[in-house]
């Protein structure tokens, strides 16, 4: 927990919590039908980025030995992950998308505005819960290894 604490810990995620909320903030902003106020939104996506981040920042560098950014990556892997993305998006789109899209039409984005929007938000928020789980499962596998987990 003390890592948790740091000060350069919960810069960095104040820092990427609003990055988070910036870019969810489109998606908030043009959402229909809301029962809360935009702000409010905002501000408790902010706080649970924080939270997450806090938990990312905390623990991915000390127990995977990684940076939790990797600005090089070489070819092989980027290329990859390229196809994979790729091939699934092709499926999701033959395979799933056209019934779907006639049951819950809503979920569908009809211009390029709402496209941006849920694109942004899905990439601010999911690749953020996977990071902070991916650190929430080492720290645990971890813990169960040693007594302390500070």
């Known amino acids: 927990m003390r890592s948790l604490g740091r000060p350069e810990v919960l810069k960095s995620a104040i820092l990427a919590g609003l990055g988070s909320a910036l ?15 935009v702000w409010y939104l905002e501000a408790v996506v902010l706080l649970g980025s924080i939270v997450l981040w806090g938990f990312v920042f905390a623990w991915h560098t000390q127990y995977t030995q990684r940076p939790v950014f990797t600005w090089k990556v070489s070819m092989g892997p980027l290329s990859l992950a390229t196809t994979t ?66």
């Open 85 to 150: 993305g790729l091939a699934a998006a092709l499926f999701w789109h033959f395979a799933i998308d056209s019934w779907l899209r006639v049951k819950v039409p809503e979920d569908y984005p009809t211009t390029m505005e709402q496209w941006l929007a849920m694109t942004f938000f899905s990439l601010g928020l999911k690749q953020l819960s996977w990071a902070s789980r991916r650190s929430l499962g080492s720290s645990a596998y971890l813990a169960g290894r040693s007594r302390r987990l500070y």
């Open 23 to 37: 870019i969810c903030w489109l998606r908030i902003a043009t959402a229909p039908h809301q029962p809360y106020p």
